[in-house]
């Protein structure tokens, strides 16, 4: 796996986050209490050095870990944030999965319009799966959240923002240059708190989080930083191979996020 110079992708991700905040103002982010988008609240720290300058929402179906639980409670009062919980119901949707996908989709875009966010912080990155690989640092969405990847302006020289033109949502990626040991070798340079459910017990450790639901652990002896990144060195198990497999089925995966999905 690739290691980038972390310096560079910071430096990228806090240009990205202060852009977004002042181009557009009334922002939040979403919060999974997974590694990314834990790593993405740490460079909003480095970024806006009084504290977060904007809400971090958590879409909640009540079937978390309860190590996620905790958490995210222990984490949002140490670093000050203003955290939103929004509930989502548990009921069959087209991935197949009654837990998340359409579901946490239809909770996120009723919270958006009871607060009038103008853009939405989300953290994924292009070598997770295919169809995240199409996305921009600013992605337009219509009013449903529906996402037309077929027709998205060009992001060259740092230009990210110029050609956007009107939109009913905007969702802002931050990570997307990164990769999976970029993110833990960004963990370990700054210390940056994470759940416990990445560090193995017993044998068994997650490398990528959903709920309860739909994911699953993997084998694995990393029970620290250190570990978790020598073992990335050498894996050749997919990241999200622990999470249920017909919503990462390309299709069904590329369906899911131009109707709307996080």
Known sequence: MIEHDLKALEEKSVYI??????????IAALWSMGKDST??????????????????????????????????????????????????????????FSCCGANKTVALKRLMKERGFKALIVSIR?????????ERYYSLRDKEFRWDYKNQPAELWNDYTSKLGATDHLRVHPLLD?????????????????NPLYFSHNGWRYRSLGCTHCTVPLKSGARSVDGIIRELSTT??????????????????????ALGYM
């Open 126 to 134: 292009r070598d997770e799966h295919g169809i995240r690989a199409k």
């Open 39 to 96: 790593t993405m609240l740490a460079l909003a720290r480095k970024a806006f050095p009084d504290g977060v300058p904007f809400p971090v929402i958590h879409i909640d179906n009540g079937i978390d870990f309860p190590e996620t639980y905790k958490f995210r409670e222990d984490l949002a009062r140490k670093w000050g944030l203003d955290l939103i919980v929004a509930r989502s119901a548990i009921k069959p949707e087209m991935s197949g």
């Open 236 to 257: 050749e198990t997919e990241e999200r191979s622990g999470r249920s497999q017909d919503k990462e089925k390309e299709y069904v995966m590329q369906k899911l996020r």
């Open 17 to 26: 986050l202060r852009e977004a905040k002042i181009k557009f103002g009334n």
């Open 178 to 194: 990164w990769n999976e040991i970029d993110i833990w070798n960004y963990i370990k340079r700054n210390k940056v708190p994470m």
